[in-house]
């Protein structure tokens, strides 16, 4: 699949844009193909590395994609998922 990356701190003119590996959800999640994504304050705050941020990786960014308000629908579902099923279009 393709991300914009983050593999350090910085401004935004450091996110790579790259081919990743899909994920393969746990039991409890499910696997959304994303349509649209924003970027809000706390990712901003977590792309310039903010003091609070580097607990989580102090050198290097722990989770390399950003992007929590996502729409888009969802691929396949955990096996403990009973809300979701492959096919739903959801945003959160």
């Given at each position: 699949?393709k991300?914009?990356?983050?593999?350090?701190y910085?401004?935004p003119?450091i996110?790579?844009?790259k081919?990743v590996?899909t994920?393969?959800?746990?039991?409890?999640?499910v696997l959304?193909?994303v349509?649209?994504?924003s970027l809000n304050?706390?990712d901003f705050?977590?792309?310039?590395?903010s003091?609070?941020?580097r607990f989580?990786g102090?050198?290097?960014?722990?989770h390399?994609?950003?992007g929590s308000?996502?729409?888009?629908?969802v691929?396949?579902?955990g096996?403990?998922?009973k809300?979701?099923?492959?096919?739903?279009?959801i945003f959160?």
């Amino acid at each position: 699949m393709k991300a914009i990356v983050c593999t350090k701190y910085g401004p935004p003119d450091i996110l790579e844009f790259k081919e990743v590996e899909t994920p393969t959800p746990k039991d409890d999640e499910v696997l959304v193909n994303v349509h649209a994504v924003s970027l809000n304050a706390a990712d901003f705050e977590y792309l310039r590395g903010s003091w609070a941020v580097r607990f989580m990786g102090p050198l290097k960014p722990k989770h390399k994609i950003l992007g929590s308000d996502i729409a888009g629908r969802v691929e396949t579902v955990g096996r403990n998922v009973k809300q979701f099923q492959s096919g739903d279009e959801i945003f959160g």
